[in-house]
Nanobody, 116 residues
């Protein structure tokens, strides 16, 4: 069994910063792509950023230049550094990790609220 546990969500003012973490526990698994998604109230879940096992990252255009995704393969942990936060960044942020055989796992999410 693999579990992903997110942390770091909080209430922050617009322009502020937060760092989210997602740690994998349970069975020893080597992940390929790890990613952060978010879901705003009343909207569909969307990809925020992803990162390959070699460190190649991709970002949604809405967060490009403000967010940075990184990972520590030894700790099976992925991070999301968020800066210059905007009210539209509000939502539940979910971690996703995919094994090289294609099986994926979701965390339960952490809430980020950005006040104006």
């Amino acid at each position: 069994q693999v579990q992903l546990v997110e942390s770091g969500g909080d209430l922050v003012q617009a322009g502020g910063s937060l760092r989210l973490s997602c740690a994998a526990s349970g069975s020893i698994v080597i992940f390929g792509v790890m990613a952060w998604y978010r879901q705003a109230p009343g909207k569909q879940r969307e990809l925020v950023a992803d990162i390959s096992s070699s460190g190649s990252a991709n970002y949604a255009s809405s967060v490009q230049g403000r967010f940075t995704i990184s990972r520590d393969n030894a700790k099976n942990t992925v991070y999301l550094q968020m800066s210059s936060l905007k009210p539209e960044d509000t939502g539940v942020y979910y971690c996703h990790a995919r094994r090289f055989d294609g099986r994926g796992y979701w965390g339960k999410g952490t809430l980020v609220t950005v006040s104006s």
